[in-house]
């Protein structure tokens, strides 16, 4: 059971100003009303955004007419009018807040931007949608289980107003593009760190894709376009890049070196390693270390 008085009363009290390092939201007021009837046409300088926990209605933007239902949502633009209508009234949850924008940054105030303009005015999704589940963490219950403890309003609440971008279809190419430029980062990184631990093994595009769950295709195309080599370069420069490593820090016979970086034999090795440096393996060492020991004379 919702404790929709008190509810009211701790969201207005402590979920006022919602800030992190990348936004900062203002609140006038929350509202948790369990009956809602027809308010007048009306327009806010801010945003609202309503959920509709039980009931049915009309909910009219700028004329335009729009059925809402138990998990509606819908926004209320700065500058448009709109109205609620309802003849059994609604339980109605609802947030008004606009962005401090000297404290918010570029890319999420062009999104809220972008959300004045554009947002799809009505949305209608299940109880078990992320922004409705923001919505149900936030309201306190008869009993002392399930609910949040205090510290954690401000954080949901912020997280609950900055998930209405995506609810109402707004995200700006800039982000979009980020997002996507980071998802291929990450994935390139776990990529470099597989095979740098597993360089000992036999390492093939079919294991690193399997272990990523991604297709051989996308991950091939992620190592062409990311670094500009092929997988199979990339893991023949790793397994060079290693065993000069081995060679220049250690006293390990040049065979052992070869099976620890994943060369099946000393030929290949020593024929890999001349492609890449220009001098096999032993005479590499000897040289490099010759020239150590003139520098520490020196």
Known sequence: ????????????EIATVLQTNDACFKVHYWGVNPQLFDNPVHKHSFFEVCYVLTGEGTYTDDGVDYPIQSGTHFCSRPGVTHQIRTQEGLFLLYVAFELDESLTH????????????????????????????????????????????AAAIGTVAYSLILSFLALFGVQTQERMANMQRKNTNMLLQQAKLYIRDNLAGTIGLT????YLNVSERHLSRLFSAGIGETFTDFIRHERVRQATRLLLGTDLPI????????FSSVHYFTRVFME???????????????????????
């Open 1 to 12: 059971m919702y404790l929709y008085k008190e509810t009211n009363s701790m969201l207005n």
């Open 106 to 149: 570029g890319t999420i105030r062009e999104a809220f931007e972008a959300l004045s303009e554009y947002a799809a005015v009505c949305v209608h999704q299940d109880d078990l949608h992320p922004t409705a589940l923001l919505w149900k963490s936030l309201m306190l219950q008869d009993g002392m289980t399930g609910n949040l403890p």
């Open 276 to 298: 890449d440096k220009k001098l096999p393996p032993g005479r590499f060492r000897e040289t490099k270390n010759n020239i150590t020991s003139l520098i520490q004379k020196d």
């Open 207 to 210: 294991d690193v894709a399997r």
């Open 255 to 262: 065979k052992q070196i070869a099976e620890l970086t994943g």
